[in-house]
């Protein structure tokens, strides 16, 4: 603790939420006590910004004499970042090479600053507007659907709508949006760990029982909880959420996209008897902020949350469930580039807490440090209640092609009419969203493509638009072609889910049928309408990407067919075959998970290759054996360690001088390869011309530092960013 004494003025180093400032160090005033980790209040110029106290011996090694030091102005009465997690906040700024300031932000998002009560927000109830624009057209059109209360603040009506505050403050100011006051200090219900006791299998008994005796423990215990799709592992793990609850804990279960938590929500409530505390960006501000203050005063006991919900300040954190462990999406590709499950279990350690990392297709990282005792590898081998996996069958595309125009071969819509006869479900997985990757005119060759990205426009037939899925341009369908003008010469390339759909709608009219993707499941309450419609039989036939493969318990859905299983494979990074086969294999555990028998068909153009034999054969074992033994060989993680340095501008010129330049000045050392500068496979992305180095080096190496000096040995023009990706997933 640092008590002020004006004859003796005492310094403090804060950290400023202020881009590209570092620490600065202050003078705590009379009167004013502080500790590291308080929100404060202080002089930057002639304004004032807030940071938090970081650390209280700054006066060690003084720059700036603590007489000439500006005072402190303010504490803020926020509850203050505690040890372990502004040890966790050092730890992935540190090795994560990122501005610690960013890290910060994420414990101490913008809502925690906001009053807990006095909120205004915005209802759609006036008239429509006397002047109406195409902007304020899209905005009413889309806050419409979004029910009658009130819809959130001016900042979440302009991100809902895709438009400019400015656009949401003439709504208000015509009348059609009107104010409320709202309250920012709601409580989130209680869950009782003793609602609906489950009853579990004798496998189950005995993993709960380990995990139940970890909680109690309050030690830092990390375990790998893997059981087959269906094996019951939600309701082993709510066991020790139950346990945390009775001890007066709080539990974070992170799963990998909030829209897809409704079936698991509903399984949460029927064990607890209420939903838990949600965390996502699809929140009100009202909602966020009274989230937040239950995280941080301990009200809320469970939250189940996205990346964002880790670095929450939890009073009484108890225990981490990381659900679906292996999905890529828990590595963040902007800002701080973490892998959630990665700096999950750094939190662990750092708060003396269990670590639970539930999937039926664990990521090989994870797979070798179970198999070293760093993590307890728990089993669950065979599905609850004696349902069975689903058979499996490989069908080779170039003995079975499809009809000329169609991309199901006769194999697999034999499967479906069967199962529609017998009045079951049917799911078709392609990992590919719209209608078609690309568009092509055949008079002239030409291919669309997004002016601010290497990569082509997408049709999406549904909303009648080519969109780019790296940035989110879109235009309308062309009439005729951009580049020679020939009309009706413009073809759809390659399926996508619509296409599917528009194929199996034409060959079973009848069938109802339901295209899953993400732009079709954008919120959680959407997600518990299909779940809804499927449970009630009103859905024959879904098609879907990945979003359909998780967590969705549907016990007449009897096939899953595969449409494309090769695509995958085309991705050319090292973990390409590792994530065709999660992919597959959790679409394929959809398939039975009832009393009735399911089956599995993966069309393929590659039947002998070595991932789609151990699909076929079921076999993981000698597929992950394969996989581990050449990353070994290799010296590829987990073996080895990666990083990414990404150097981008808006001047094509600049962003390769900046990559040469930094090239030039690579570090040499033994057990450390610097591969490029090289133009990245997407040399274009959202207007800015990148290219890449790739850094490889022995496991034993300090890579941080070494990426942190590399750096700071390079001056670089303001136009030019770099950004710094450690353990990298992408290698676009």
């Known amino acids: 603790m640092f008590p002020a004494n004006p004859a003796h003025p005492q310094r403090v180093r804060v950290i400023p939420f202020q881009h590209g400032l570092g620490p600065l160090d202050y003078a705590v005033p009379a009167g004013m006590t502080l500790n590291a980790g308080d929100a404060v209040e202080v ?14 011996d700054s006066a060690a090694a003084p720059e700036v004499p603590a007489s000439k030091l500006r005072a402190v102005a303010a504490r803020l009465d926020l509850p203050p970042l505690a040890a372990p997690l502004r040890r966790l906040i050092d730890w992935t700024a540190d090795y994560y090479v990122a501005p610690l300031v960013q890290v910060v932000r994420m414990a101490w998002p913008s809502v925690a600053f906001l009053p807990a009560r006095a909120l205004t927000e915005y209802r759609l109830s006036g008239p429509p507007p006397a002047r109406m624009t195409p902007e304020r057209a899209k905005a009413l059109e889309l806050l419409a659907g979004r029910g009658t209360g009130t819809l959130g603040s001016a900042r979440d009506l302009a991100r809902i709508a895709g438009v400019s505050e400015a656009v949401i403050r003439g709504l208000v100011a015509a009348g059609t949006l009107v104010a409320e006051t709202v309250s920012g200090d709601a409580s989130p219900p209680l869950p009782d760990p003793d609602h609906a006791a489950p009853v579990l299998s004798p496998d189950q008994q005995a993993v709960a029982a380990t995990l139940v005796d970890a909680v109690d423990a309050a030690q830092f215990a990390p375990f790998l909880l893997e059981g087959v799709t269906g094996s019951g592992k939600t309701e082993v793990y709510f066991e020790a959420i139950a346990a945390a609850i009775r001890r007066g804990g709080q539990v974070l279960v992170m799963v990998p996209e909030i829209a897809l938590t409704a079936p698991w929500l509903d399984r949460f409530a029927a064990r607890f008897g209420c939903q838990p505390l949600a965390w996502h960006s699809d929140l009100k501000t009202s909602e966020r902020r009274a989230a937040w203050a239950a995280i941080a005063d301990g009200r809320a006991r469970v939250v189940v949350g996205a990346r964002s919900a880790l670095f929450l300040p939890y009073a009484r954190l108890a225990c981490i469930i990381v659900d679906e462990a292996h999905e890529a999406s828990f590595k963040q590709d902007e800002g701080v580039h973490y892998h959630a499950r990665d700096v999950a279990v750094m939190r662990g350690r750092m708060e003396g807490l269990p670590v639970v990392l539930a999937t039926a297709t664990p990521a090989i990282e994870t797979q070798v440090l179970a198999s070293r005792g760093t993590y307890r590898h728990l089993h669950l081998p065979s599905r609850f209640g004696g349902a069975q996996l689903p058979q499996v069958r490989l069908v080779d595309m170039t003995r079975h092609p499809p009809a000329r125009g169609a991309w199901l071969s006769p194999v697999l819509g034999a499967a479906i009419s069967e199962t529609l006869a017998l009045g079951e479900q049917s799911l078709l997985f392609l990992n590919r969203r719209g209608y078609a990757p690309l568009t092509l005119c055949r008079a002239c060759g030409h291919r669309i493509q997004c002016p601010d990205c290497t990569a082509w426009m997408v049709e999406h037939r549904l909303s009648r638009r080519l969109a780019c899925h790296h940035c989110g341009h879109q235009l309308p369908v062309p009439a ?15 399926p996508g889910v619509e296409r599917i759909a528009e194929e199996v709608q034409r060959t079973w009219p009848d069938a109802r049928i339901a295209v899953v993707t993400s732009d079709t499941i954008t919120s959680p309450a959407r997600a518990a309408a299909l779940v809804t419609a499927v449970e009630q039989r009103s859905i024959d036939i879904i098609i879907g990407t990945q979003m359909v493969t998780k967590g969705y318990h549907f016990p007449d859905l009897t096939l899953v067919g595969v449409v494309d299983a090769d695509l995958g494979l085309q991705g050319g990074d090292l973990r390409a075959g590792e994530r065709s086969w999660q992919q597959i294999v959790q679409a394929s555990g959809r398939a039975g998970r009832g009393h009735k028998p399911g089956r599995v068909l993966i069309q393929t153009h590659q039947p002998g290759a070595a991932l789609m034999q151990a699909l076929g054969k079921g076999d993981a074992a ?60 997407m040399a274009m992305l959202r207007g800015r011309h990148r290219h890449r180095l790739l850094i490889q080096a022995r496991r034993e190496l300090p890579l941080p530092a070494i990426l942190r000096d590399w750096l700071a040995r ?19």
């Open 714 to 732: 390079v001056p670089l023009p303001a136009s030019v960013r770099v950004v710094v990706d450690v353990d990298p997933y992408s290698f676009v």
């Open 43 to 56: 002089p930057l110029g002639p304004r004032r910004i807030i940071g938090v106290v970081w650390d209280l």
């Open 480 to 494: 005729s072609c951009p580049e020679c003008g020939a009309t009706d010469h413009l073809v759809a390339c390659g």
């Open 622 to 681: 000698a597929f992950f054996a394969a996989e581990i033994a050449a990353r070994r060989d290799l010296g590829q993680p987990p073996f080895g360690r990666l990083a990414a340095l990404i150097v981008s501008s808006t001047d094509a010129d600049a962003a390769r001088l900046g990559a040469q330049a930094l090239g030039a000045a690579a570090p040499v050392r033994d057990g450390l390869l610097v591969l490029g500068p090289a133009p990245a496979s």
